[in-house]
């Protein structure tokens, strides 16, 4: 049994249902196999406006970066905000940020994608509870929130804009 809790995955599923409960906890799973469907919804749109690119060397160069890692750039982004608007809408904000710190918490990053990673949940709970989001989607809702500036697409990114503050543009 011992080797079995080591395993990073199922230790932040153990200490997730402790902090917030085996159904919140479901939910937040539920909302990250979400986000990844919608991340893939993202990706696939982004694929097909760079097939249409005129030239051939950059429409080349654009699809190997599109269709290349998924870690520590727009993707990851859209993933990490889509899942806390969806946990927030689900469950709460203080439960989706408990989830997602734990998420973080026990993860392997390096401090600077760790750091954009906390950014963007923080930005996916904020919109997830902001009333005036309501009407979207969560699709719609991260879609806005990416094509905005709001989010970190890259570790070395400073986040929320010129004065580092997204709620100020909102």
């Not at 060397?57 to 608007?85: M, P, T």
Request: net charge positive; proline share 3%.
């Amino acid at each position: 049994m011992a080797d079995y809790i080591s395993k990073p995955f199922l230790l932040k599923g153990i200490k997730s249902v402790r902090r917030v409960g085996a159904y919140d906890t479901y939910q937040a799973r539920e909302a990250a196999k979400i986000a990844k469907e919608l991340m893939g919804r993202y990706r696939q749109q982004r694929i097909n406006e760079a097939r249409t690119i005129g030239n051939s060397e950059e429409r080349s160069r654009q699809l190997k970066i599109l269709q290349g890692s998924v870690y520590d750039n727009e993707f990851d982004a859209f993933r990490h905000c889509a899942w806390n608007i969806e946990m927030t809408r689900r469950i709460g904000v203080d439960q989706a940020k408990i989830v997602a710190d734990l998420h973080e918490f026990h993860g392997n990053n390096t401090p600077s994608a760790q750091r954009m990673d906390y950014y963007n949940n923080h930005v996916g709970r904020t919109i997830g509870q902001d009333l005036r989001f309501n009407h979207l989607n969560t699709y719609d809702a991260t879609l806005n929130a990416l094509n905005k500036g709001w989010l970190m697409e890259r570790p070395d990114m400073r986040p929320g804009g010129a004065d580092g503050n997204p709620h100020t543009h909102w």
